[in-house]
Nanobody, 122 residues
Framework: VQLQASGGGLVQAGGSLRLSCVAS????????VAWFRRVPGKEREFVAS????????YYLDSVKGRFTISRDNAKNTVYLQMNSLKPEDTAVYYC????????????????WGQGTQVTVSS
Protein backbone atom coordinates (compact mmCIF):
# COMPACT_ATOMS: atom_id res chain seq x y z
CA VAL A 1 0.00 0.00 0.00
CA GLN A 2 1.28 3.43 -0.92
CA LEU A 3 -0.08 6.51 0.81
CA GLN A 4 0.26 10.05 -0.46
CA ALA A 5 -0.58 12.90 1.92
CA SER A 6 -1.18 16.43 0.74
CA GLY A 7 -2.94 19.65 1.63
CA GLY A 8 -0.64 21.16 4.23
CA GLY A 9 0.41 24.77 4.23
CA LEU A 10 0.69 28.00 6.18
CA VAL A 11 -2.46 29.40 7.74
CA GLN A 12 -3.29 31.98 10.37
CA ALA A 13 -4.76 30.95 13.70
CA GLY A 14 -8.47 30.39 13.34
CA GLY A 15 -8.13 29.31 9.75
CA SER A 16 -8.81 25.99 8.05
CA LEU A 17 -7.01 23.40 6.00
CA ARG A 18 -8.07 20.09 4.50
CA LEU A 19 -5.55 17.29 4.29
CA SER A 20 -5.96 14.41 1.87
CA CYS A 21 -4.48 10.93 1.95
CA VAL A 22 -4.72 8.92 -1.26
CA ALA A 23 -4.00 5.20 -1.16
CA SER A 24 -3.01 2.80 -3.88
CA UNK A 25 -1.97 -0.83 -4.10
CA UNK A 26 -4.63 -2.56 -2.03
CA UNK A 27 -8.39 -2.56 -1.55
CA UNK A 28 -8.79 0.74 0.24
CA UNK A 29 -12.05 -0.19 1.90
CA UNK A 30 -10.22 -2.86 3.93
CA UNK A 31 -7.95 -0.32 5.56
CA UNK A 32 -8.26 1.52 8.83
CA VAL A 33 -6.70 4.93 8.29
CA ALA A 34 -5.36 7.40 10.81
CA TRP A 35 -3.67 10.77 10.93
CA PHE A 36 -0.69 11.39 13.18
CA ARG A 37 1.43 14.46 13.66
CA ARG A 38 4.96 15.10 14.77
CA VAL A 39 6.67 18.14 16.17
CA PRO A 40 10.50 18.15 16.08
CA GLY A 41 11.89 16.55 19.22
CA LYS A 42 8.63 14.83 20.12
CA GLU A 43 7.03 11.50 19.43
CA ARG A 44 4.36 11.03 16.82
CA GLU A 45 0.95 11.93 18.21
CA PHE A 46 -2.33 10.31 17.24
CA VAL A 47 -4.79 12.83 15.82
CA ALA A 48 -7.73 10.95 14.33
CA SER A 49 -8.72 7.64 12.81
CA UNK A 50 -11.54 6.18 10.80
CA UNK A 51 -12.80 2.66 10.42
CA UNK A 52 -13.16 0.90 7.08
CA UNK A 53 -16.75 1.86 6.38
CA UNK A 54 -16.36 5.29 7.92
CA UNK A 55 -18.87 4.36 10.61
CA UNK A 56 -16.48 4.85 13.53
CA UNK A 57 -14.12 7.72 14.11
CA TYR A 58 -11.81 8.64 16.99
CA TYR A 59 -10.08 11.87 17.86
CA LEU A 60 -7.38 13.29 20.07
CA ASP A 61 -9.21 15.22 22.77
CA SER A 62 -7.57 18.51 21.85
CA VAL A 63 -8.89 18.38 18.28
CA LYS A 64 -12.44 17.20 18.99
CA GLY A 65 -14.96 19.65 17.62
CA ARG A 66 -12.34 21.26 15.36
CA PHE A 67 -11.10 18.40 13.17
CA THR A 68 -13.19 15.96 11.15
CA ILE A 69 -11.90 12.79 9.54
CA SER A 70 -13.83 11.29 6.65
CA ARG A 71 -13.26 8.93 3.76
CA ASP A 72 -14.40 8.36 0.22
CA ASN A 73 -13.73 4.71 -0.58
CA ALA A 74 -14.65 5.25 -4.23
CA LYS A 75 -11.73 7.69 -4.47
CA ASN A 76 -9.37 5.77 -2.18
CA THR A 77 -9.05 8.91 -0.11
CA VAL A 78 -9.23 9.93 3.53
CA TYR A 79 -9.62 13.57 4.48
CA LEU A 80 -8.83 15.54 7.60
CA GLN A 81 -10.76 18.78 7.73
CA MET A 82 -9.08 21.07 10.22
CA ASN A 83 -10.95 24.14 11.41
CA SER A 84 -10.21 26.72 14.07
CA LEU A 85 -6.54 25.94 13.80
CA LYS A 86 -4.24 26.92 16.63
CA PRO A 87 -0.47 27.48 16.68
CA GLU A 88 -0.10 24.29 18.72
CA ASP A 89 -1.47 22.34 15.76
CA THR A 90 1.73 23.15 13.87
CA ALA A 91 3.39 19.86 12.92
CA VAL A 92 4.12 17.48 10.11
CA TYR A 93 0.98 15.44 9.55
CA TYR A 94 1.19 11.84 8.40
CA CYS A 95 -1.47 9.43 7.27
CA UNK A 96 -1.11 5.78 8.16
CA UNK A 97 -3.06 2.61 7.47
CA UNK A 98 -3.49 -0.89 8.77
CA UNK A 99 -5.75 -3.86 8.14
CA UNK A 100 -6.78 -4.59 11.72
CA UNK A 101 -8.81 -2.51 14.17
CA UNK A 102 -8.38 1.12 15.09
CA UNK A 103 -5.50 1.90 17.43
CA UNK A 104 -3.77 5.08 18.51
CA UNK A 105 -0.37 3.36 18.62
CA UNK A 106 1.74 4.49 15.65
CA UNK A 107 3.96 1.41 15.86
CA UNK A 108 0.97 -0.78 14.97
CA UNK A 109 0.35 0.89 11.62
CA UNK A 110 1.88 -0.89 8.66
CA UNK A 111 1.76 1.77 5.97
CA TRP A 112 2.77 5.43 6.12
CA GLY A 113 2.60 8.42 3.84
CA GLN A 114 5.42 10.93 3.47
CA GLY A 115 3.97 13.70 5.63
CA THR A 116 2.70 17.19 4.91
CA GLN A 117 3.69 20.30 6.86
CA VAL A 118 1.01 22.33 8.61
CA THR A 119 2.08 25.67 10.04
CA VAL A 120 -0.32 27.85 12.01
CA SER A 121 0.81 31.38 12.71
CA SER A 122 -0.45 33.38 15.67
Amino acid sequence: VQLQASGGGLVQAGGSLRLSCVASGRAFSNLVVAWFRRVPGKEREFVASIFRSGSNTYYLDSVKGRFTISRDNAKNTVYLQMNSLKPEDTAVYYCAARLATITIMPSLYDYWGQGTQVTVSS
